[in-house]
């Protein structure tokens, strides 16, 4: 323990700059100040045999004036690593070579052996769900898109997704799995196990083991092949186009409407009163000024994006509110063959845990949806193309594109008549929502994409304006 102990220790040193250059690393923004091991223990040690040992290292990293805890799997090897591990390397510790162990595949089958035989290593408790029987002969691979986590397949059966940054409290990716599983709901990927814990005296979530759906695409994937096909091929009417996208989104629509439905049935309804309105508005200021303060690009719609939001209070009714999704969009939906399954149930990953599971409007996973139609449409253009430069039938064509998608993703909504909200019964809402989630992909694509934040920018101006 004394060892891996001064290990983890050694390992912060070359955190500070390894860590920034990781997709999944939050604040991209502000220096490191500080990086300290919360928790540090062994998985797996075969290194007295000349192979890899696994450590499990919690950190605390301390940068713009907070301090966010971080999930690593740290490989340590003696001598040179092996090519295909080069690229995870994070640097000499001692007499080892430390690693991102996410990408060794023998480790993490290691992992996904654990949950298999239900075992405890350091207070971590590795555990398949009632039921599941778990093959461990399947040989792991990486998922090519790194996110917000990180992720690895086996045998194109199981994923288990690796959370990075640990929140106090069980993920909502794991509550909502459970929760959705005991109803049988049919558009979600069955939860087979978990990797749970207790860190600084709350309950931790450090990863999930889900059936993979292989061979289906995501509805980004789809959408974005449409609007390919539909710059390529100008003559052709959209309805007309070999990808036309409507009747899947439209299917969409429905399998949201079914999830909402389930997470009803699972975990119930409040309603915010029409005298409490003001505090979903003044929520949303809130996020308007944290955004205001990092990109001067957002300022000249300030006064329409207030506006906008300001109206919601002035809605009649009272608004029933219940668990959602919270981050959905084309790329949280595959098409598989049992129809649309909605993954990743976290929520916004900048967004604050107890924010994440509070009950809310379903029409923010709505607005989140109708978002994502208008990046489908506007990504190809935007960051590649000036605005003056876009070819206007080029663009009418896109804006058709999202506004036929939008239009059949909402009729599916509502076709079952099953769920709480009509999207057209509240219009204020519904743009309010669309504009507050507008704004958090402005920081978003700041921090990530830079050359995306015109998209949304340009939608903000459209929905802040007319
Ligand atoms: N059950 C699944 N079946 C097939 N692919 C999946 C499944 N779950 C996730 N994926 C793939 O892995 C990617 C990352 O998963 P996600 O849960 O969104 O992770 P993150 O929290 O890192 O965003 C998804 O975009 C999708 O391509
Ligand atoms: O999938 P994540 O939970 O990591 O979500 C984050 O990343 C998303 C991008 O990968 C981001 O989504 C934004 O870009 C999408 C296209 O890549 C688009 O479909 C979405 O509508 C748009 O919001 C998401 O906001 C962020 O939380």
């Known amino acids: 323990m004394t060892a891996l102990v001064t290990h983890a220790e050694a390992l912060t040193g070359l955190l500070s700059s390894w860590l920034p250059k990781q997709r999944w690393f939050g604040d991209k923004q502000s220096h490191i100040d500080d ?46 690593l092996p090519e295909r591990l080069d690229h995870a390397r994070i640097g ?16 993490t089958g290691e992992i996904r052996d654990l949950i298999a035989a239900n075992k405890d290593v350091g207070g971590v408790r590795f555990r398949h769900e009632p039921g599941a029987v778990i093959d461990t002969d399947l040989a792991s691979r990486p998922i090519s898109a790194e996110q917000s986590n990180t992720s690895v397949v086996f045998g194109g059966e199981y994923i288990m997704k690796l959370f990075r940054k640990l929140d106090r409290g069980v993920s909502p990716d794991l509550e909502l799995h459970r929760a959705l599983r005991s ?58 186009l070999g990808s036309d996208f409507s009747t899947e989104a439209c299917r969409l629509g429905q399998a949201v409407a079914a999830v909402h439905r389930d997470l009803v049935t699972a975990l119930g309804t409040e309603v915010v009163p029409v005298d409490r309105l003001d505090s979903v508005v003044a929520g949303m200021n ?11 690009g957002l300022a000249p719609f300030e006064p329409g994006i207030r506006r906008v939001f300001a109206e919601v209070a002035d809605h009649g009714e009272p608004v029933i509110v219940q668990r959602i999704h919270g981050d959905l969009h084309l790329g949280q939906v595959l098409r598989t063959l049992q ?51 876009i070819d206007p039938s080029v663009d009418e064509r896109v804006v058709e594109w999202a506004d036929r998608n939008r239009a059949a993703f909402i009729e599916g909504y509502a076709k079952d008549g099953i769920t709480l909200a009509d999207p057209e019964a509240n219009p204020a809402l519904l743009r309010a929502l669309e504009l507050d989630k507008a704004v958090y992909e402005v ?21 802040a304006t007319t």
């Open 35 to 80: 990086v300290s091991v919360v928790k540090a223990d062994t998985w797996f040690d075969d290194l007295p045999s000349g192979g890899p040992r696994l450590d499990h290292v919690v950190v605390g990293v301390a940068s713009g004036g907070r301090v966010e805890r971080y999930q690593l799997l740290v490989g340590l090897r003696r001598g040179e």
């Open 92 to 107: 000499p510790v001692e007499d080892l070579v430390a690693y991102d162990a996410a990408h060794d595949l023998d480790l």
């Open 183 to 240: 109803v049988g709901s049919e558009h979600i990927a069955e939860l087979y196990g978990a990797i749970e814990g207790e860190l600084q005296d709350a309950p931790v979530t450090y990863g999930l083991l889900q059936k993979f759906f292989a061979n289906t695409a995501d509805g980004w994937a789809m959408a974005t092949a449409s609007v390919r096909d539909l710059i390529n091929e100008p003559e052709t009417p959209i309805a007309e």
């Open 286 to 296: 809130a996020r308007l000024d944290a955004v205001l303060r990092r990109v001067s």
């Open 339 to 389: 129809g649309w399954v909605l993954i990743d149930f976290e929520g916004e990953p900048a967004r604050p845990l107890p924010e994440r599971v509070a009950k809310m409007s379903p029409l923010r996973d709505v607005a989140g949806m109708l978002r994502s139609f208008d990046y489908a449409a506007h990504h190809l253009l935007v960051g590649h193309v000036e605005a003056e430069e």
């Open 443 to 463: 920081a978003y694509e700041y921090d990530n994409r830079p050359s995306w934040v015109d998209i949304p920018l340009r939608s903000i101006a459209r929905l």
